[in-house]
């Protein structure tokens, strides 16, 4: 369940961002399935990918994670 809020969060700012799955895959250094098994919430990203997707996203990891994650 985990998995599925921060893949929603990330697929949100993804799109509110403008990227493509396909050009923020690109950006981040992953294939497009990857990315889109996080996004689907079938993967758990690691803190680091978290990072990674904030700095790319020009937010901070507080706004990018779900609202009840501690």
């Known amino acids: 369940m985990e998995a ?3 893949g929603r969060r990330i697929r949100a700012f993804r799109k509110l ?3 493509t799955q396909e050009s923020f895959a690109k950006d ?3 294939s497009v ?3 889109g098994e ?3 919430g079938n993967r ?3 803190d680091q990918f ?3 997707i904030a700095n ?3 937010v901070s990891v507080q706004e990018l994670a779900p609202q009840d994650f501690e």
């Open 17 to 19: 961002k403008g990227y």
């Open 33 to 35: 399935s990857v990315l």
């Open 50 to 52: 978290v990072e990674d």
């Open 44 to 46: 758990l990203p690691s």
């Open 56 to 58: 790319a996203l020009n």
């Open 4 to 6: 599925e809020k921060w």
């Open 38 to 40: 996080i996004e689907r």
């Open 28 to 30: 981040l250094g992953v």
